[in-house]
């Protein structure tokens, strides 16, 4: 079988739909609109939330998708089934199984891993490979989504309030679902009341009590945010200890012991 590897410089694909911001991104669509009047079988590796199984989905738009951790099911519909998708291949309890399966039954199939994902068999069984480069490195279409997932928020949560972007820093830790997830939180807590807030801390705070030492335990959550937000509003330790009535060197103590979500700020 012949192999073709495909580089994908900057695919992006997001949960719900193409981002086609860039180049590369326009690129990596037309590879998989190619791929959908091809019998072939594909492999798509990457980190989680870069859009893998929104792209295994638009190359089979009616194929089962399954996980590859649930292998009894698999095996199952891999006799059962012309199409499969099947996520986390690197999951698979019993690869050399796994790919056995597929031959045997002649299915087509289109599977996502993650990136580092590796196995002497895939060049046999999968005829086109391409890896979708994470979010941080396709800033265009981070821009993109961003304004997906706000015109998101605002139908979700029935509003028509702006959505401040200036200071905003994407988080980008599993791509387009932990931005997705920012957005939504950000949007909603934007307009929030201190009583709406004050409900939500004791939410979470009602499972995490029980020790004899929560109160000093616990007032990280109250210090981390508000020193933060001070240091980002003043600039200046001097300014913000100014602004809490703190002493200088008690301010710095603080932030020495919140180091961990804080950062170097001395």
């Known amino acids: 079988m012949h192999i073709v ?4 410089a900057a695919a992006a694909v997001d949960v ?24 072939v079988n594909a492999l798509i590796t990457g980190e989680v939330g870069v859009g893998k ?7 089979l738009p009616d194929a089962f998708l399954i996980d590859a951790s649930n292998f009894d099911e ?6 059962n089934s012309e199409n499969i998708i099947i996520t986390n291949l690197d999951n698979s309890p019993n690869f050399e199984r796994l790919m056995q399966a597929i031959k ?4 087509r199939v289109v599977a996502t891993a993650k990136e580092s ?26 821009e993109e989504l961003l304004k997906q997932f706000i015109s998101d928020a605002m139908v979700l949560f029935g509003s028509n309030n702006d959505f401040d972007v200036s200071n905003f820093k994407p988080d980008l ?22 009583t709406e807030l004050m409900d939500i801390i004791e939410q979470y705070l009602y499972d995490k009590l029980g020790s004899n030492s929560d109160y000093r335990t616990l007032l990280y959550l109250y210090e981390v945010p508000l020193i933060k937000a001070g240091l980002h509003k003043f600039k200046s ?9 703190l002493n200088r060197n008690t301010l710095r103590k603080k932030i020495a012991e919140h180091k961990k979500y804080i950062g170097n700020k001395i």
């Open 104 to 107: 045997e039954n002649n299915v």
């Open 237 to 245: 330790q001097v300014q913000l200890a100014d602004k809490l009535g």
């Open 74 to 79: 698999l095996l199952l519909s891999l006799e």
């Open 16 to 39: 719900t739909k193409f981002i086609t911001a860039c180049e590369a991104s326009s690129q990596a669509k037309k590879t998989a609109t190619l791929l959908k009047t091809l019998s």
């Open 53 to 59: 199984k929104s792209l295994a989905s638009f190359i």
């Open 5 to 8: 590897v495909v580089q994908v």
């Open 173 to 194: 830790s599993q791509n387009a679902l932990s931005l997705k997830r920012q957005v939504m939180m950000n949007y909603l807590l934007q307009d929030v009341k201190d």
């Open 117 to 142: 994902f590796s196995h002497k068999m895939t060049d046999d069984l999968f005829s086109v490979k391409f890896n979708v480069p994470p979010l941080r490195e396709r800033m265009e279409d981070v």
